[in-house]
């Protein structure tokens, strides 16, 4: 004998099992400071800076020579 489902899964329990499979996309916007993209109501991972305050110091990132 087979694995057999005892119960039949309702529509409601599959399609809550299945609406993880289409994740939306990050709503990212533009830094007010330096223009790049980042999660709404987030520090800017570029600049540090959160709602027109310089929250975490980022140091200068060095070009590959």
Known sequence: MGALPKQKISRRRRGNRRRLHFIPDL???????????KLSHHVCPTCGVYRGRQVIQIQARRKAE
């Open 27 to 37: 709503n990212l916007v533009p830094c007010r400071s330096c223009g790049e993209k």
